[in-house]
Nanobody, 118 residues
Framework: VQLQASGGGLVQAGDSLRLSCAVS????????MAWFRQAPGKEREFVAS????????YYEESVKGRFTISRDSAKNTVYLQMNRLTPEDTAVYYC????????????WGQGTQVTVSS
C-alpha cells in the first residue's frame, strides 16, 4: 500500500482544514487507514482511524467532535476534516495503513505540515 498525504497549511485558531491521503497499491479493503501526528519534540501520536471495508471510525479523545475521518472508495482517498483547530493541533500529520490482522501500522505516507496560529 502506498500513501500520499496532502492538504496541510497555515491557519488561524478556530479555522478548518481538510487533509487528504491518496491510497494505491494492493487491495486494501482489509486495512485500517489512520492519521497520526507528530509535534516538535514529541512522539508520533494516533489521531483517528477508519476501517476501509465497513467505515467504522476511532478517534483520539482530544479530537473527538472536532475531527472527522472518512474515505471515498471511488477516489481511493482518506480524508481528515479538522474543525475548530487550536495551536495544540500544530504538527506534521501522517497517514498510515495496517492490515486488519497486523498490530502495527507498516505503511506510511510523507507528512504534511499543519500550523495553527493563535
Amino acid at each position: 500500500v502506498q500513501l500520499q498525504a496532502s492538504g496541510g497549511g497555515l491557519v488561524q485558531a478556530g479555522d478548518s482544514l481538510r487533509l487528504s491521503c491518496a491510497v494505491s497499491g494492493r487491495a486494501f479493503s482489509n486495512y485500517f487507514m489512520a492519521w497520526f501526528r507528530q509535534a516538535p519534540g514529541k512522539e508520533r501520536e494516533f489521531v483517528a482511524s477508519i476501517r476501509w471495508s465497513i467505515g467504522s471510525t476511532y478517534y483520539e479523545e482530544s479530537v473527538k467532535g472536532r475531527f472527522t475521518i472518512s474515505r471515498d472508495s471511488a477516489k481511493n482517498t482518506v480524508y481528515l476534516q479538522m474543525n475548530r483547530l487550536t495551536p495544540e493541533d500544530t504538527a506534521v500529520y501522517y497517514c498510515g495503513a495496517r492490515h486488519i490482522t497486523a498490530t502495527k501500522y507498516a505503511s506510511w505516507g510523507q507528512g504534511t505540515q499543519v500550523t495553527v496560529s493563535s
